[in-house]
């Protein structure tokens, strides 16, 4: 074989494996490859090894197959009650069909980011200002629901939808934070005024409590004063009454005694003297004597005289 020949083969064989080589493609994860033979669609290649047919088929689009985010610049809105406003969103969306991805859209892109500001002043058009920044949650979840079965025939799951920043006019701020610092300053005044009510409130009831407590106390003590009077007055009886029945006792005790000794009557009659004796001692102004002390009485007088008399002799 000649030279020439074999030089041909070998730059033959060459081109072959480089092109065998360029035609073998791996698909990596989360990604997938729209193939078309002789300019139409073919397939779909997802992950793992495949190979083209050269100069036939053609790789026209690798799409990600994963959750992507967009960040819209701000779009002016015009509210029910004509305030404009800029409004920015951020779309979460992700490809779900390859195919209609590639061949439902031109520009898909840039059509979902005009879909999200129209449909974004659809919605907005219909509320007022006060709904629109307090209605978040109200507007993502109708975007969500629109731009998701608009952009359906495109291949594209939209997922996700929020409203980044609100931001109305200037004069609308200025207004809203005079009206804010408005609030915060009538509910300082109501907190100070429930405040100095609640404390009149806890000087009163602690000005009542320290009242009932010192009647409680008062009270208390009339109550122990009473009783230690009563007990002293119950132990004066007592005692008064041990006094008496002791004093009885030894009546009947020297009655007794003297009932045993069997008096005379001239013994009899000289006790009933003393008795007189003692009576007399009182505050009577008037005394009956019976005739029987009366003589007795005599008697000892002149028994009294006749001691005298006769002392001095003693002497």
Do not use: C
């Not at 073919?42 to 793992?48: F, R």
């Not at 689009?61 to 985010?69: H, M």
């Not at 806890?202 to 009242?211: F, H, I, R, T, Y």
Request: no cysteine; net charge neutral.
């Amino acid at each position: 074989m000649p030279l020439y020949v074999k030089i041909i083969l070998a730059i033959l064989a060459v081109l072959v494996v480089l092109l065998l080589a360029l035609n073998f493609k791996i698909v990596q994860q989360s990604r997938a490859y729209v193939i078309t033979r002789l300019g139409g669609f073919h397939t779909i290649w997802n992950q793992g090894p495949h190979f083209k047919v050269p100069f036939i088929d053609r790789i026209v689009k690798v799409v990600s197959l994963k959750e992507q985010v967009v960040d819209f610049a701000p779009q002016p809105v015009i509210t029910k009650d004509n305030v404009t406003m800029q409004i920015d969103t951020v779309l979460y969306f992700a490809i779900t069909d390859p195919k209609l991805y590639t061949y439902g859209v031109e520009h898909p892109m840039s059509a979902i980011e005009n879909l999200t500001a129209t449909t974004l002043r659809n919605i907005i058009g219909e509320l007022e200002l006060d709904q629109t920044l307090t209605s978040r949650d109200i507007i993502n979840s109708k975007m969500r629901s629109l731009l998701d079965e608009a952009t359906d025939p495109w291949g594209i799951k939209v997922n996700r939808v929020e409203l980044k920043n609100i931001i109305p006019p200037r004069e609308i701020q200025d207004a809203m934070e005079k009206q804010m610092k408005a609030e915060r300053e009538r509910r300082e005044s109501i907190l100070q005024a429930e405040g100095t009510k609640q404390s009149q409130i806890l000087v009163a009831e602690g000005e009542k409590q320290s009242a009932i407590l010192k009647a409680e106390a008062a009270k208390e003590a009339a109550i122990k004063r009473a009783e230690g009077e009563k007990e002293a007055r119950i132990m004066a009886a007592e005692a008064e009454a041990q006094a008496i029945l002791q004093v009885q006792q030894a009546t009947a005790q020297a009655l007794k005694l003297l009932n045993e000794a069997a008096p005379t009557d001239q013994v009899v009659k000289l006790k009933a003297l003393e008795a007189f004796q003692k009576a007399a001692d009182g505050k009577a102004t008037k005394l009956i004597i019976p005739s029987e002390i009366q003589g007795l009485a005599g008697l000892a007088a002149s028994a009294k005289e006749i001691f005298t008399e006769e002392k001095p002799e003693g002497k």
